[in-house]
């Protein structure tokens, strides 16, 4: 007997938290020791399976629906699911993969009426004519990719979606193949058009694997506590958790109390670079930038495109300077300068080369500390690893025991766990930049920020984040120390999210000179750093 449904409406929180399998599973368990699992969370869980596959179907009555049932909870959700599309008039036909024929008894007695249970062979060239198919393969009990005859299912499925003879596919919890543990997803896995996902979100939602699981629905079961206790594994901010971090001047306000950012980026050969994170950062309101110009030249261009810039020739040590940045275009002999960020005691961003010292200077032993930033993307932090684990074999086996460094695939692969590898095998904030950035703070949290356009990836793009990172981590620490104040260890991460939120927000706008109708379009780095003003005081006023 199929319980009457109710349609529990998706829980709505502001920012985002993730978790890994392992987590939700423990989460889960006292409630189904708890309750009668099969009449209670299960019953939830279907209730918004069908509800959405309901959606997904936009009222189309008589819709021709195939499930796809694994051997666990997952499948089982799925024939309660399939059960109540059946009752509302669709056709449904399932495929059964389940060794055990636990499920293949469940669905005899709950299945519905019409549902037709097909053999898999018969159904390869039919496949064109279902309107939804529903993934029940696999859940949170999976571990590597798809085995056996689901595997070999899913693989032909697959090549039907590559082909466009595929409808709609709504994912149970997550799509079959993605490893909710390590966030990575194994082929072959169906791109889902909706994944409904139960009681918290799985480590792949915040990373570009999320992809897979398309729009991403969140269901608590009405156990919207169940992961309270739990640290999440990474959080995505929302629009307004940005606005609260953003430091507003004041009429007390003078340009100390609003940071003071020393930068040493740029060189002779890459004069640019210093040009455009000044820029940047100019524009992202920081009470002063002080440059460290290492040529006549260099110092006669920022003066003629920034004439904000305060300059400096001497020792960086001897400088007032609230947050310190360097290493984007820095040249071979430009980079001497940057090490000095290293045993600053004020915070210090260390992008490109920079990155390169910090792992020279853990060969001496040495941690960096959270208010240490390193802002490499995929390939700089394999470069990053690699030479940690040849200077700093000791420090890596403490971490890393014997875990082989990684590829560039392999980071692509498994994103968190190579940021948070870094920033533990580091002690620093590490950012590792790409379509989806991660930030992770060393024994603390992890925040992930989505591209805000794919136009960004041009040359010139991480110079102006990294002003931007700098200008606002400067204000940070400056507002913190006028009301006296302690930054928390992941407040240099958090920072670094918004930094991230707001260097996309300012693509979007580049393509149409204004956010209000934001279009994705080019976003040449300059006129990136040029939206930032009116997109900071749109978030501000909002
Ligand atoms: N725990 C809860 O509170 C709830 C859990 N629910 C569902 O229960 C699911 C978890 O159920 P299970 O623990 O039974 O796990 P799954 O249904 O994800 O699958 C477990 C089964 O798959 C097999 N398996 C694992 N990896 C495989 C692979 N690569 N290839 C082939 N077979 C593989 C395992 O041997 C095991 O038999 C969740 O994802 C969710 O759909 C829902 O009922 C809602 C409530």
């Known amino acids: 007997m199929t319980p009457k449904a109710r349609t529990v409406p998706p829980k709505e929180t502001a920012m985002k938290l993730i978790y890994t399998a392992s987590q939700v599973r423990e989460a889960e368990k006292p409630y189904i020791e708890a309750a009668?699992?099969?009449?209670?969370?299960?019953?939830?869980?279907?209730?918004?399976?069908?509800?959405?596959a309901q959606d997904l179907l936009r009222g189309k009555d008589n819709a021709k629906i195939l499930l796809l049932i694994g051997p666990g909870n997952n499948g089982a959700d799925t024939i309660y699911a399939g059960a109540r599309?059946?009752?509302?008039?669709?056709?449904?036909?399932?495929?059964?993969?389940?060794?055990?024929?636990?499920?293949?008894?469940?669905?005899?007695r709950e299945g519905g009426e019409g549902t037709r249970v097909l053999d898999p062979e018969h159904t390869h060239e039919q496949l064109a004519g279902y309107d939804l198919?529903?993934?029940?393969?696999?859940?949170?009990?999976?571990?590597?990719?798809?085995?056996?005859?689901?595997g070999e299912y899913l693989g032909v499925l697959r090549a039907a979606q590559l082909d466009g003879k595929l409808g709609a596919v709504l994912a149970v919890d997550t799509p079959s193949g993605?490893?909710?543990?390590?966030?990575?997803?194994?082929?072959?896995?169906?791109?889902?058009?909706?994944?409904?996902?139960?009681?918290?979100?799985?480590?792949?939602?915040?990373?570009?694997?999320?992809?897979?699981?398309?729009?991403?629905?969140?269901?608590?079961?009405?156990?919207?506590?169940?992961?309270?206790?739990?640290?999440?594994?990474?959080?995505?901010?929302?629009?307004?958790?940005?606005?609260?971090?953003?430091?507003?001047?004041d009429e007390h306000s003078h340009k100390y109390t609003r940071g003071v950012l020393g930068m040493l980026t740029g060189s002779l050969e890459y004069p640019g670079a210093a040009l455009m994170s000044v820029r940047a950062a100019l524009n992202t309101g920081v009470g002063m930038v002080?440059?460290?110009?290492n040529s006549h030249e260099l110092r006669q261009l920022m003066i003629a495109h920034n004439p904000e810039t305060v300059y400096f020739s001497g020792a960086p040590a001897l400088q007032r300077v609230t947050v310190w940045a360097g290493g984007s275009g820095s040249s071979y002999d430009s980079l001497d300068k940057n090490r000095?960020?290293?045993?600053?005691?004020e915070p210090a961003i260390l992008d490109a080369g920079a990155c390169d010292l910090a792992a020279e200077y853990m060969a001496t032993g040495k941690h960096l500390g959270s208010h240490k930033i390193l802002t490499p993307h995929a390939a700089e932090l394999e470069r990053f690893l690699r030479v940690v684990h040849e200077l700093a074999?000791?420090?890596?086996?403490?971490?890393?025991?014997?875990?082989?460094?990684?590829?560039?695939?392999?980071?692509?692969?498994?994103?968190?766990?190579?940021?948070?590898?870094?920033?533990?095998?580091?002690?620093?904030?590490?950012?590792?930049?790409g379509g989806y950035t991660l930030i992770a703070a060393p024994n603390g949290a992890t925040y992930s920020v989505a591209g805000?356009?794919?136009?960004?990836?041009?040359?010139?793009?991480?110079?102006?984040?990294?002003?931007?990172?700098?200008?606002?981590?400067?204000?940070?620490?400056?507002?913190?120390?006028?009301?006296?104040?302690?930054?928390?260890?992941?407040?240099?991460?958090?920072?670094?999210?918004?930094?991230?939120?707001?260097?996309?927000?300012?693509?979007?706008?580049?393509?149409?000179?204004?956010?209000?109708?934001?279009?994705?379009?080019?976003?040449?780095?300059t006129r990136v750093a040029d939206m930032l003003p009116e997109v900071i005081a749109r978030l501000i006023a909002e």
Not at 133 to 150: C, E, K, N
Not at 207 to 215: E, W
Not at 489 to 504: D, F, R
């Open 36 to 52: 009668d699992y099969d009449g209670y969370l299960m019953q939830r869980a279907a209730d918004a399976v069908a509800a959405e």
């Open 85 to 108: 599309l059946s009752a509302k008039g669709h056709r449904v036909d399932a495929v059964i993969f389940d060794s055990s024929e636990k499920n293949l008894e469940l669905i005899a």
């Open 133 to 150: 198919t529903i993934d029940g393969i696999l859940g949170t009990g999976s571990s590597g990719a798809v085995r056996g005859s689901a």
């Open 178 to 249: 993605v490893d909710n543990n390590r966030g990575t997803v194994h082929e072959p896995s169906l791109r889902a058009d909706r994944t409904v996902t139960f009681i918290g979100h799985k480590l792949p939602a915040g990373t570009s694997h999320s992809v897979h699981s398309g729009d991403i629905k969140l269901y608590d079961l009405g156990v919207p506590e169940a992961l309270d206790a739990h640290k999440p594994a990474l959080r995505v901010l929302d629009r307004e958790d940005y606005r609260e971090l953003i430091e507003i001047p």
């Open 290 to 293: 002080r440059f460290g110009a």
């Open 340 to 345: 000095y960020l290293l045993h600053s005691p």
């Open 393 to 433: 074999p000791e420090t890596w086996k403490k971490h890393l025991g014997e875990a082989i460094v990684p590829s560039r695939k392999d980071i692509d692969a498994e994103p968190f766990r190579w940021v948070r590898a870094a920033s533990e095998l580091s002690g620093a904030t590490v950012m590792l930049k």
């Open 452 to 525: 805000g356009s794919p136009w960004l990836a041009t040359a010139g793009s991480g110079d102006t984040l990294t002003g931007i990172y700098g200008a606002l981590l400067a204000q940070t620490v400056a507002a913190f120390d006028a009301r006296g104040e302690a930054l928390e260890n992941c407040t240099y991460a958090s920072i670094g999210a918004l930094a991230v939120y707001l260097h996309g927000e300012a693509a979007r706008a580049s393509a149409t000179g204004s956010v209000k109708d934001a279009l994705l379009g080019p976003a040449p780095a």
